[in-house]
């Protein structure tokens, strides 16, 4: 019955069925057009930052740029790479809010004199004297124009830069302010760096002090069970690696000589030109010659065989990299989540299996390169995942296999002995040595306290196995110390008075005790030029943090009103 329908519908309705048609595909093109216009309308959101859009690729490129080119400017290359990326974009957004200010306050652009004042303090273009180098400058605009690296950089950016950045630091100062800082602040600051000290000391030798100590068994035990974790054995993994050695697959390795000769220049500093034999590698006489001229052909031919060799290793390691991912996908694809299956697929494969010893996080085998991160990835794998991703070796690649996962436990105390042996004796002598320190203290002062100096109070002492020998140092201060006094003596002082002895500071492997037999407190007076050097110091520390607090505020702030609204 449906059938005949369908049959007189198409037969007798063919004309309406195509209109019906037409209307439908109209309304699907409309609702389809009405939906992708919708779309286009709704822009990516906007970030706006101090100028520019942090939503687009070319401002974030744009203001990432000028803060690495400003920071190696002012501290040079090197510093590009030891600033963290968080401390970039910290630098990156001061800097933009700083130069964003510096428009919105009208301050002009730097004049020329300012610009050559500025461009000479910056760190890139200096010397080794630490003095601006002309040469340094003029190698720098060269590289602009040769460089393929300053990937479309001109002196005309350059110079943007470098105006922005006086202007920017134009709006610190504003913002910094005079710096404020209390009088009393300074005097302390005097009164610590400027005190002029005469001591003595008596030292003891800790090496030299060797009690006997023969504790029991019982001693240890108690020792070993109030140890906490100290000898806990670490958790442990055991693992099978299916190895992609890199080695066999050198020889079907094919590089061209261009490809050669590209690598080398990629990395000339791996592969040095050898010593010619002829030459004796100690002339008998030191003699002055002309620097011959650089060959860059022949260094490269001398050293061809090393920079093939180098090349197709490095290429046979990614194809052992390759192998070992093609067979962690094959894993995947097969559904081998148990080790029956992953078993089987290994057979299946001819992939044999090598079983590594257990071992902790912090000591990976040499199976493993030793690499702590390959150990890491050991230790991510348990029952609910088997096998790692493809790991790269210095020697081509492996895959892990899980087999067991080993808990902290606590050791029998028999098998560690000899270490609670050795670390309770060394507990015992530590403390030996500083209870020896009290007694030897009371006896000095009482020597002092007599009229005995120092070097004959010490030479007089006598305690268990504890030997002094006695110092006495020229007058010194923190700010100018005098030969022979170290920080750990100048931190020692405390506030120590005169004629008063210390106690027994234990610093390394030494007890020092300090004995003060003069102290000077320094001019603290407004009249002292070192008062007015120090407030200066101070209060610029002060504007800076102000300065500084004050736009990171800004910041903050801008950041926040920027920020994209959850719907």
């Known amino acids: 019955m449906i059938t005949w329908i369908q049959k007189y519908f198409q037969h007798h309705f063919r004309v309406v069925f195509a209109v019906l048609l037409a209307l439908i595909i109209v309304a699907f093109v409309f609702t389809i057009g009405a939906q992708g216009s919708g779309r286009a309308d709704r822009q990516a959101v906007e970030r706006p930052f101090f100028g520019y859009n942090l939503s687009l690729q070319s401002d974030q490129q ?127 600051e005097l009164t610590e760096e400027d005190t002029t000290w005469t001591v003595a000391t008596a030292t003891a030798d800790y090496a030299a002090f060797k009690p006997e100590i023969k504790p029991t068994d019982e001693q240890l035990t108690a020792f070993f069970d109030q140890s906490g974790g100290r000898y806990d054995i670490p958790p442990k993994v055991v693992v099978s690696v299916i190895e992609f050695p890199a080695l066999p697959l050198v020889p079907s390795v094919t590089v061209t000589d261009a490809e050669i000769r590209a690598y080398y220049d990629q990395n000339p500093a791996r592969f040095p030109k050898p010593a010619d034999p002829a030459k004796p590698a100690t002339p008998a006489a030191p003699t002055v010659t002309a620097t011959p001229p650089a060959d860059p052909a022949a260094d490269f031919a001398a050293v061809r065989a090393q920079v093939e060799s180098a090349l197709k290793l490095e290429r046979a390691q990614k194809l052992a990299a390759k192998q070992a991912a093609d067979v962690t996908l094959a894993l995947h694809r097969a559904g081998a989540k148990t080790p029956e299956a992953i078993d089987r697929f290994l057979a299946g494969k001819n992939l044999a299996t090598k079983t590594l010893p257990p071992f902790s996080r912090e000591a990976a085998p040499l199976e493993l390169s030793g690499n702590p991160a390959v150990a890491a990835e050991a230790f991510r794998l348990g029952k609910d995942r088997l096998t790692s991703d493809a790991l790269a070796t210095p020697t081509g690649a492996v895959i892990l296999y899980w087999k067991e996962s080993q808990e902290t436990r606590k050791p029998l105390f028999l098998a560690v002995r000899d270490t609670v042996l050795a670390d309770y004796s060394e507990n015992e002598r530590r403390k030996r040595f500083t209870d020896t320190g009290r007694a030897v203290k009371e006896q000095l002062e009482a020597r002092l306290k007599a009229g005995d100096t120092l070097e004959k109070a010490a030479a007089a002492v006598e305690s268990a196995g504890l030997k002094l ?30 004629g008063q002895l210390s106690d027994m500071r234990f610093t390394g492997d030494k007890g020092i005790f300090i004995h003060v037999l003069d102290k000077k407190a320094p001019d603290t007076s407004e009249a002292n030029p070192m008062f007015v050097n120090t407030r200066a110091e101070f209060a610029t520390a002060s504007s800076r943090t102000s300065g500084g607090a004050a736009l990171n505020e800004i910041v903050e702030r801008e950041l926040k009103r920027s920020e994209p609204k959850v719907q």
């Open 62 to 188: 744009k203001f990432a740029s000028e803060a690495q080119l400003s920071i190696r400017l002012r501290a040079g290359m090197m510093a590009l790479f030891q600033i963290s990326e968080g401390q970039m974009e910290a630098y990156a957004q001061h800097r933009a809010a700083s130069v964003y200010l510096a428009d919105q306050w009208h301050i002009p652009a730097p004049t020329s004199d300012e610009l050559k004042k500025h461009i000479e303090t910056l760190r890139e273009f200096t010397g080794q004297d630490g003095k601006f180098d002309s040469a340094a400058y003029t190698r720098f605009r060269d590289s602009l124009k040769t460089n393929p690296r300053s990937a479309g950089l001109t002196e005309a950016d350059v110079l943007r830069v470098i105006s922005d950045d006086i202007r920017s630091e134009k709006v610190q100062k504003l913002l910094a302010g005079p710096g404020y800082v209390l009088p009393f602040e300074v005097k302390n």
């Open 469 to 498: 020998e006695a110092k006495i140092f020229e007058p010194f201060s923190r700010r100018t110390r005098s030969a022979g006094v170290d920080q750990t003596l100048v931190n020692s002082l405390g506030r120590l008075e005169k």
